[in-house]
């Protein structure tokens, strides 16, 4: 019997055991981690994960909350099935993956999300405040940004949304590697990690 690819009840699966598609996203396995942290999961959490790319954020809140559910909405079709055989690869099989565009898919998921993480789409502010819309209260909303654009228009996006308790992290990573005859330590791109609230003022 082969034993599982991961077979721990922490977070923090290494890049290189999920399936890859050329040019495709994944979110780095650190950033995953703090990503995952600040969605602060609950036993029974609906997550919208938006933008799902390779699926790591899936299949690492699947195992991890095995109660859950989360709906991985992914624009394409080729990547959308990527999603699916990483849930496969890993045995998640909480995971709905949906091919679809938000904002414009989201009013036809099922159900309203406890949680929702965004990694991609234009215009950024758009999708931010729909997902808003469908958020239950109490919900959190997790965001990434790769540049400073992105990072002021979210941050602009949740002050006007009126989410509380705001953070925003900067990842600050580097990792260990042999380049010819030494090791030096690369880094991993920053990412800037925004998470607010939906509570009643
Ligand atoms: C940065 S990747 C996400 C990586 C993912 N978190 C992971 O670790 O596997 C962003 C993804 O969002 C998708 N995307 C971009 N705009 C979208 C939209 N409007 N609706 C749905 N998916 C979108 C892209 O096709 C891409 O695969």
Same mark, same amino acid.
């Given at each position: ?12 699966? /290494? ?6 598609? /050329?040019?495709?996203? @994944?979110?780095?396995?650190? &950033? ?5 942290? #600040?969605? %602060?999961? =609950?036993?029974?959490?609906?997550? +919208? ?8 954020? #899936? ?20 990547? *959308? ?15 709905? &993956?949906? =091919?679809? !565009? ?16 965004? =990694?991609?789409?234009? /215009? ?5 405040? #729909? &997902? +808003? ?9 997790? *965001? $990434?940004?790769?540049? @400073?654009?992105?990072?002021? $228009?979210? !941050?602009?996006?949740? *002050? ?14 580097? %990792? @260990?590697? $042999? ?7 690369? #880094?991993?791109? /920053?990412?800037?990690?925004? !998470? ?6």
């Amino acid at each position: 019997m082969s034993s599982p690819l991961w077979n721990y009840t922490t977070p923090g699966i /290494p890049d290189d055991l999920f399936e890859r598609l /050329p040019g495709i996203p @994944l979110s780095k396995r650190e &950033v995953r981690l703090l990503i995952i942290s #600040a969605l %602060r999961l =609950e036993s029974h959490s609906l997550l +919208w994960d938006i933008g799902a790319g390779t699926g790591t954020i #899936a299949v690492e809140t699947g195992l991890l909350s095995p109660h859950g559910k989360i709906v991985a909405v992914e624009r394409d079709e080729e990547v *959308a099935n990527l999603i699916q055989r990483n849930c496969d690869r890993f045995g998640v099989e909480n995971v709905d &993956v949906i =091919e679809g !565009s938000a904002p414009e898919c989201l009013q036809d998921l099922p159900g309203k999300p406890h949680r929702a993480c965004i =990694e991609g789409g234009r /215009p950024i502010k758009d999708i931010l405040k #729909a &997902v +808003w819309h469908y958020l239950e209260p109490q919900g959190r909303i997790v *965001a $990434t940004a790769s540049n @400073l654009e992105s990072l002021y $228009t979210l !941050s602009e996006g949740l *002050a006007e949304l009126q989410a509380r308790n705001i953070e925003v992290v900067q990842s600050s990573i580097n %990792r @260990l590697e $042999t380049r010819g005859t030494h090791q030096i330590f690369a #880094a991993v791109n /920053p990412m800037f990690i925004l !998470s607010g609230e939906k509570l009643d003022s």
